[in-house]
């Protein structure tokens, strides 16, 4: 028995064996998963969630938003909870992610005819739920996106509808609403421009001509390009608000910087003033469809400082980093504005080139189908097929009896043409009017004259499309954001003294946070203000206003000192050696390293 046990465990240990071996053949290791699954990962919101294609320049959100609406749209408003609820059936991510995308194209005024409260992008304050707010496409979205002729479909993600790969824009739609999207070690950021102007580049660039854009706010402002860089990355837009003085003791802020909220630019007013910054006695906002920020200021308080002030220390100006990255490819690409204004202007004119084609191709069926009623009827080819018996004997005979007057046509006539033939009606036959279908004939000749010619002369074309955009939608997008150079504030000048600068003459501390008995009153300063020292034993030191600082004993002249400050000059009277003759030595101090002696 105990023979029998020892050979059951030696089996059992065996098969334990064989099976961890086999089961650890199938275990897939984390570094495997993360490389496979994450990868999957990354390249699905890059390329299907957070940038935007260079073919129509949408996100597939915005995309799906625009083609669902379309497939709606019959002139009249819909309640965008219903837009929500007919985008799911190609946007698998929620009903909140739709409407918030929706809200935002909405705002840009563009696309979109809103009705109700869609928010306000000056205060920030939110859109009404989707159940209160309406929407549709506008004429100029209905215009220049759709056209399903020159769509490619794909299946929806459940296979049960079709949506398109990118929509056919005939207009930089990506450059007109600018967009913003974070994906996985990867970011885009691609600045609004001006409506005019980007028709106003199509055209030039289509005349052969270099062009140049730089973004406009909806928010107005004044923004500083120098260091645009085209929108690729490392460039940097300066953006300011408009800060007028309307008294000494009154500024008024019109428009904000974009990126920013009246909300959000009065909290960092608010701060600043707190921090002693700056000095304010309030503020009130007034905002309602046109910005209006009222500053009070103290009595003895400059305005002109102050708006320096603004600038330095709020939100009032902002610096911003373009990224302009698009999917093309199905690859992520860094292309300048400029470089995808010429490639939205080309596709443009492919797009039109297509139009017209596919326009080409329907008028010369038209034709072609007008002249053989005008030969069936006239030539009385219908009375051959009174006496035939079977379906094939009444083809053959139309064929015979049309032969003899179709050397005209543009192409042979198929059986498919002959059986519309025989569907005309005896009514239709009876009342045949030659006159009227010459007319229509003339007409549709007219229209593939005037086709032709266009295709030859595409360029044209092309310019005249986008000079007919710009008289039709043009009215009221002039540019709101003014194109200005900024000097650069010196932060240091423009701060209000909010502290007082004590010293220990003997000990060698300074700062603003001696006590009472610890040191001397020396001036008023500001707590990002550099103080200058020098010792007895003839050093010299700069350092940072801080609350104390032990600076070295014997301290013989403490002050704020200046950068660059050449009108402050020290006078040093020292021995040359110890025996030697005494000198004097007439100096400023411009510019130095902080902290050392």
Same mark, same amino acid.
């Given at each position: 028995?105990?023979?029998?046990?020892?050979?059951?465990?030696?089996?059992?240990?065996?098969?334990?064996?064989?099976?961890?071996?086999?089961?650890?053949?199938?275990?897939?290791?984390?570094?495997?998963?993360?490389?496979?699954?994450?990868?999957?990962?990354?390249?699905?919101?890059?390329?299907?969630?957070?940038?935007?294609?260079?073919?129509?320049?949408?996100?597939?959100?915005?995309?799906?938003?625009?083609?669902?609406?379309?497939?709606?749209?019959?002139?009249?408003?819909?309640?965008?909870?219903?837009?929500?609820?007919?985008?799911?059936?190609?946007?698998?991510?929620?009903?909140?992610?739709?409407?918030?995308?929706?809200?935002?194209?909405?705002?840009?005024?563009?696309?979109?005819?809103?009705?109700?409260?869609?928010?306000?992008?000056?205060?920030?304050?939110?859109?009404?739920?989707?159940?209160?707010?309406?929407?549709?496409?506008?004429?100029?979205?209905?215009?220049?996106?759709?056209?399903?002729?020159?769509?490619?479909?794909?299946?929806?993600?459940?296979?049960?509808?079709?949506?398109?790969?990118?929509?056919?824009?005939?207009?930089?739609?990506?450059?007109?609403?600018?967009?913003?999207?974070?994906?996985?070690?990867?970011?885009?950021?691609?600045?609004?421009?001006?409506?005019?102007?980007?028709?106003?580049?199509?055209?030039?660039?289509?005349?052969?001509?270099?062009?140049?854009?730089?973004?406009?706010?909806?928010?107005?402002?004044?923004?500083?390009?120098?260091?645009?860089?085209?929108?690729?990355?490392?460039?940097?837009?300066?953006?300011?608000?408009?800060?007028?003085?309307?008294?000494?003791?009154?500024?008024?802020?019109?428009?904000?910087?974009?990126?920013?909220?009246?909300?959000?630019?009065?909290?960092?007013?608010?701060?600043?003033?707190?921090?002693?910054?700056?000095?304010?006695?309030?503020?009130?906002?007034?905002?309602?469809?046109?910005?209006?920020?009222?500053?009070?200021?103290?009595?003895?308080?400059?305005?002109?400082?102050?708006?320096?002030?603004?600038?330095?220390?709020?939100?009032?100006?902002?610096?911003?980093?373009?990224?302009?990255?698009?999917?093309?490819?199905?690859?992520?690409?860094?292309?300048?504005?400029?470089?995808?204004?010429?490639?939205?202007?080309?596709?443009?004119?492919?797009?039109?080139?297509?139009?017209?084609?596919?326009?080409?191709?329907?008028?010369?069926?038209?034709?072609?189908?007008?002249?053989?009623?005008?030969?069936?009827?006239?030539?009385?080819?219908?009375?051959?097929?009174?006496?035939?018996?079977?379906?094939?004997?009444?083809?053959?005979?139309?064929?015979?009896?049309?032969?003899?007057?179709?050397?005209?046509?543009?192409?042979?006539?198929?059986?498919?043409?002959?059986?519309?033939?025989?569907?005309?009606?005896?009514?239709?036959?009876?009342?045949?009017?030659?006159?009227?279908?010459?007319?229509?004939?003339?007409?549709?000749?007219?229209?593939?004259?005037?086709?032709?010619?266009?295709?030859?002369?595409?360029?044209?074309?092309?310019?005249?499309?986008?000079?007919?955009?710009?008289?039709?939608?043009?009215?009221?997008?002039?540019?709101?954001?003014?194109?200005?150079?900024?000097? $650069? #504030?010196?932060? %240091? +000048?423009?701060?209000?003294? !909010?502290? @007082?600068?004590?010293?220990?003459?003997?000990?060698?501390?300074? /700062?603003?946070?001696?006590?009472?008995?610890?040191?001397?009153?020396?001036?008023?300063?500001?707590?990002?203000?550099?103080?200058?020292?020098?010792?007895?034993?003839?050093?010299?030191?700069?350092?940072?206003?801080?609350?104390?600082?032990?600076?070295?004993? $014997? #301290?013989?002249? %403490? +002050?704020?000192?200046?950068? !660059?400050? @050449?009108?402050?000059?020290?006078?040093?009277?020292?021995?040359? /050696?110890?025996?030697?003759?005494?000198?004097?030595?007439?100096?400023?101090?411009?510019?130095?390293?902080?902290?050392?002696?």
């Amino acid at each position: 028995m105990e023979e029998n046990k020892d050979e059951n465990l030696e089996h059992d240990e065996e098969f334990d064996r064989e099976e961890g071996n086999s089961s650890l053949e199938n275990v897939i290791q984390v570094s495997g998963m993360y490389n496979e699954w994450f990868l999957d990962y990354a390249s699905y919101v890059i390329l299907e969630r957070a940038v935007p294609h260079i073919n129509d320049g949408l996100k597939p959100v915005q995309r799906r938003i625009l083609h669902s609406l379309r497939e709606m749209d019959d002139g009249r408003f819909h309640k965008v909870a219903n837009v929500i609820g007919n985008t799911m059936k190609y946007h698998p991510h929620g009903d909140a992610a739709i409407g918030d995308a929706m809200v935002q194209i909405g705002q840009k005024e563009i696309m979109l005819d809103t009705q109700g409260n869609w928010g306000n992008i000056l205060t920030g304050d939110r859109a009404a739920a989707p159940r209160y707010i309406e929407v549709k496409l506008s004429k100029f979205a209905l215009e220049v996106t759709f056209n399903h002729k020159t769509t490619k479909w794909l299946a929806s993600y459940d296979g049960r509808n079709k949506e398109p790969e990118t929509l056919p824009a005939k207009f930089p739609v990506l450059l007109a609403h600018g967009v913003e999207g974070i994906a996985v070690g990867l970011a885009c950021k691609i600045l609004p421009h001006n409506f005019l102007e980007l028709i106003d580049g199509s055209i030039d660039i289509l005349k052969g001509k270099r062009v140049k854009i730089y973004p406009d706010f909806q928010t107005g402002g004044q923004a500083d390009f120098s260091n645009y860089n085209d929108g690729l990355r490392g460039g940097r837009v300066k953006v300011r608000a408009r800060i007028k003085k309307e008294n000494d003791r009154l500024l008024m802020i019109t428009e904000i910087p974009f990126g920013t909220t009246t909300t959000s630019l009065i909290e960092s007013i608010l701060k600043a003033n707190d921090r002693g910054k700056i000095k304010i006695r309030k503020v009130e906002d007034n905002t309602a469809e046109n910005v209006e920020i009222l500053i009070h200021l103290p009595k003895g308080v400059s305005p002109d400082k102050t708006i320096d002030g603004l600038f330095a220390f709020t939100d009032c100006e902002a610096s911003i980093a373009p990224n302009s990255c698009v999917i093309q490819d199905d690859t992520p690409k860094f292309l300048g504005v400029s470089e995808l204004l010429v490639y939205s202007t080309e596709q443009t004119k492919t797009f039109l080139k297509w139009e017209l084609e596919i326009r080409r191709g329907e008028l010369q069926e038209l034709w072609h189908f007008a002249s053989l009623e005008k030969i069936f009827i006239e030539k009385r080819v219908y009375r051959d097929i009174e006496e035939c018996e079977t379906w094939e004997e009444i083809i053959a005979t139309i064929h015979k009896g049309l032969k003899p007057h179709i050397k005209h046509l543009l192409r042979e006539v198929t059986d498919d043409d002959v059986a519309r033939l025989t569907e005309i009606r005896i009514k239709r036959i009876s009342k045949f009017d030659s006159f009227k279908a010459d007319e229509r004939i003339k007409s549709l000749e007219d229209e593939l004259e005037q086709i032709q010619f266009d295709l030859e002369h595409l360029t044209d074309y092309a310019i005249a499309y986008f000079k007919g955009l710009k008289e039709r939608y043009g009215a009221g997008k002039e540019r709101k954001t003014e194109i200005a150079t900024f000097d $650069n #504030i010196v932060a %240091a +000048r423009v701060a209000v003294s !909010n502290e @007082k600068l004590y010293c220990n003459f003997e000990e060698g501390f300074i /700062g603003t946070g001696l006590k009472r008995g610890e040191g001397e009153y020396v001036m008023d300063c500001s707590d990002i203000d550099d103080v200058i020292v020098f010792r007895a034993d003839g050093k010299m030191m700069v350092t940072k206003v801080s609350q104390k600082a032990f600076v070295g004993k $014997n #301290i013989i002249h %403490a +002050r704020i000192w200046k950068k !660059n400050d @050449k009108r402050t000059i020290y006078n040093m009277v020292y021995r040359d /050696g110890k025996n030697g003759p005494s000198r004097i030595k007439r100096f400023s101090v411009t510019s130095i390293t902080r902290d050392k002696e």
